[in-house]
């Protein structure tokens, strides 16, 4: 891959599971990854606290897949892929009563499997009888098709790893472009694969999301959680500023709705900076709200004794109407249809 290529590649960072996945593969393909690669060899107990630059990660796999003269690697990567890459986060996934419990996990941790320029999963999708799950990223190619395709390729292998029953796809979309032989990855997902799209996403249907996981273990993940929520203080933050702007924010939302004057006095600064600083952030005050109150609405949502005017209360909704048409908003479905949908 050349220099232009590479300076188009989205900043971020892939945990070290994802290098050991590499070096695997390689060692048994019998090549000496650490040559090839000009790269130590992970640790071997480390899971997701090391992390890599999204270009270097990029990088390996475009020199891994030339050496090896493999152009579908990426797919072949994420075939071999276990919990056991993933250490805690891979035992919490596969600890879940369901593939819905697993997704929203994925969705609370996934800062520790990747972080690509901030743009994490998109909130999933209800469409008729299907959910859709979108990737954003950037132009076509910008994170590297080899890399796209191993994230699609580890998240079915990985789902269909831990459940008692088949998982399937319906259609799978790449921002890459089409390659020589499409019908390759037609093949490998059994279903129908679009490329030159908006966004990286896959179409599965809804009541996939209620299929048992194979070894559920519900007092294993209340542990592994308590110690995946340490390793995500350990990351560095998105930026600062925005970080206490919503912590500032949570810490108020049980008490009514927010409002960005008394935020602001809170932080010791104007509304006016406020507005500024958050705009140089490419975010804004009410944007921040909203994520905010959808990432504890999903939370809620997973306590079956919280009914919905007790949630609509907790997250600053004077009428629990209100709460109902945001959610039906952020997700394209009711709270009660979601929280049913994921069967927790």
Known sequence: MGTTELNTIAQGFVCSAFMRVLFEYLKNQGVDASTLLNEPAPDEIDRVLTRYPMQRWVSHLQRAAAHLEDPLLGLHMGRTITPAHFGVIGYIFASCPTLGASLLRLQAYERLVQEVDQHPMEVPIFDGDDLVLKWPGGSSGGHGRLNHEFGIATFLHFARA???QNSELKQVCFINPEPSSPQAYRDFFKCEVLFNQAVTSIR?????????????????????????????????????????????????????????????????????????HLDKYDTSFRELLEEIRQQLAKQYLLDPALQLSDI?????????????????????STPNTYRRNFQL
Do not use: D
């Open 204 to 276: 599965v249907p809804l009541q996939s999301l209620t299929i048992p996981v194979r070894k559920p273990e519900p007092i294993l993940i209340a542990l592994l959680e308590k110690q995946a929520n340490e390793f995500l203080n350990q990351l560095p933050a998105t930026n600062e500023f925005v970080m206490s702007v919503r912590r500032c924010v949570t810490s108020k939302i049980h008490e009514g709705e927010p409002e960005l004057n008394n935020v602001a006095s809170t932080l010791n600064i104007t509304p006016r900076t406020l507005r500024r």
């Open 162 to 164: 831990i459940s008692s």
């Open 312 to 332: 609509a209360q907790l997250l600053g909704y004077s009428e629990q109407s209100n709460f109902n048409r945001a959610f039906l908003r952020w997700t394209g």
